[in-house]
Antibody, heavy 119, light 112 residues
């Protein structure tokens, strides 16, 4: 079955760039799916960051759009998230997930990776 | 942005009893194709969210039939016919009609 695994630094300094990667197994990232990122600050709810197609087409949350870039590496079957100029409010568990549309849902999700923002 | 509002935010339930969670959207999630673009997820303690219901009323693969989803264009309900101990966690509704995709605040279900 399809599995996703996030990886990246668990600690990022304020004003630095957060970079995460999601490795996909059990499915080709070039299949007709989108691949997304969702985050969850500690003790809080879920926030959609965006999703990207293997072709490079992407949709971003307007609240983060100026700082977010997503990309796909088909040779490694993985996709990535970059978030620039991070502050304490960007501290969260970051999840990657496959976004199937139609019919439009996130499934499955990765286990999540906690990112702390601190100097 | 479409605002999603869930109620209640906390739901204590006795095992074997039914449970119901409401989700209201600030605008209709009924699209011209006849589908309602509303999903339900369960985040069990210490785990990632998992898909329960998609397009308002379709159970995801492997989801027990005690879970059901229903609703109109703006008012949706997730029902559990008989709550089991493994159903504890936080339930989220999510609209996928338009970006930005938005979630409800979450409803925490606990066992009495």
């Amino acid at each position: 079955q399809v599995q996703l695994q996030e990886s990246g630094p668990g600690l990022v300094k304020p004003s630095d760039t957060l970079s995460l990667t999601c490795a996909v197994s059990g499915s080709s990232i070039s299949s007709n799916n989108w691949w997304g990122w969702i985050r969850q600050p500690p003790g809080e709810g879920l926030e959609w960051i965006g999703h990207i197609h293997y072709s490079g087409s992407a949709h971003y949350n307007p609240s983060l759009k100026s700082r977010v870039t997503m990309s796909v590496d088909t040779s490694k079957n993985q996709f990535s998230l970059k978030l620039t100029s991070v502050t304490a409010v960007d501290a969260a568990v970051y999840y990657c997930a496959r976004y199937q549309t139609p019919p439009s849902y996130f499934d499955p999700w990765g286990q999540g990776t906690l990112v702390t923002v601190s100097s | 942005d479409i605002v999603m509002t869930q109620s209640p935010l906390y739901l204590p339930v006795t095992p074997g009893e039914p449970a119901s969670i409401s989700c209201r959207s600030s605008q209709s999630l009924l699209y011209s194709d006849g589908h309602k673009y509303l999903d339900w997820y369960l985040q069990k303690p210490g785990q990632s969210p998992q898909l329960l219901i998609y397009l308002g009323s379709n159970r995801a693969s492997g989801v027990p039939d005690r879970f059901s989803g229903s609703g109109s264009g703006t008012d949706f309900t997730l029902k559990i016919s008989r709550v089991e101990a493994e159903d504890v966690g936080v339930y989220y509704c999510m609209q996928v009609l338009q970006t930005p995709i938005t979630f409800g605040q979450g409803t925490r279900l606990e066992i009495k």
